[in-house]
């Protein structure tokens, strides 16, 4: 059991590794201004293109360490839907944004099962106070 255990753990590292990965990439050109101007002006992007840079690398740092991993996957998750509505909003596709997201969750269940431990006491059925059986 502890084998399974094991490459659970390791498969949820490999994927919050590739996620945290591609953020830090994208994060640290969009910091140090390596991301094409015309492109940001195309995408007509008001906010200064470093500012969304910092919540990349940010939360991708966060995903990393395995003490605020939740909160990491939190972060990187409200990111990733931010992204797909962007993307929506353009008519463009948004079939990565959504591969990366479902990547993200997956990654947790396997790093960091205690993640989603809140939807476990939401499935179960509990007798309403005062109620008859």
């Known amino acids: 059991m502890k084998t ?11 994927l919050h590794g590739l996620i945290g990965g591609i953020l830090l990439l994208a994060g640290s050109a969009k910091i ?3 991301f094409p101007p015309e492109q940001v002006a195309k995408l007509g992007l008001s906010v200064p293109i470093q500012v969304i840079g910092v919540g990349e690398v940010v939360s991708a740092i966060l995903l990393l360490t395995p003490r605020a ?33 479902v990547l ?6 396997l790093r960091v099962p205690g993640t989603f431990a809140s939807f476990a006491d939401t ?8 109620s008859k059986p």
């Open 32 to 34: 140090l201004g390596l």
């Open 69 to 101: 991993a939740s909160l990491g996957v939190l972060l990187i998750s409200g990111f990733w839907g931010g992204t797909i509505a962007f993307h929506m909003s353009k008519g463009e596709t948004f079939v990565l944004q959504s591969v990366f997201l």
């Open 104 to 109: 993200t969750w997956v990654g947790a269940y």
């Open 123 to 130: 499935l179960i059925e509990r007798p309403i106070e005062g």
């Open 4 to 14: 399974n255990r094991n490459w659970k753990t390791i498969a949820g590292w490999v």
